[in-house]
């Protein structure tokens, strides 16, 4: 239900956009949210943000850099990602729920995205 797009492979410094599209959710009071995952390791929270760009929270290794930011008539939630370092190489994975302190922990997570890969070389 959820589609990301944008992921590439960037040079260390270089920035880049991910984009989050779920037409079935535009106009719907929903929460958005970004995760990362690297093999072997859990998904880890990057960013979210509560309906109509109430509020964000993002992760202490982006803070700073990324941005996030929602469309709710259209349904699209985006990541402006600046600043990328080799460490922010992973899948992205978009999330959605109707709240955002539910949106913001993997375990309550509603809707996922197929994930995106990112990939920052030095």
């Known amino acids: 239900q959820l589609q990301a797009s944008g992921g590439g492979s960037v040079q260390t410094g270089e920035s880049l956009t991910l984009t989050c599209e779920a037409s079935?959710?535009?106009?719907?009071?929903?929460?958005w949210a970004w995760f990362r995952q690297t093999q072997g390791r859990e998904r880890e929270f990057v960013a979210s943000?509560?309906?109509?760009?109430?509020?964000?929270n993002y992760g202490s290794s982006v803070k700073g850099r990324f941005t996030i930011r929602v469309d709710d008539d259209r349904g699209t939630a985006e990541l402006r990602m600046s600043g990328l370092k080799p460490d922010d190489t992973a899948i992205y994975y978009c999330a959605a729920a109707k709240q955002a302190s539910l949106v913001a922990n993997r375990r309550t997570v509603e809707f996922w995205g197929q994930g995106t890969q990112v990939t920052v070389s030095s």
């Open positions: 943000v509560a309906w109509h760009n109430g509020g964000s």
């Open positions: 079935a959710l535009a106009s719907e009071r929903y929460a």
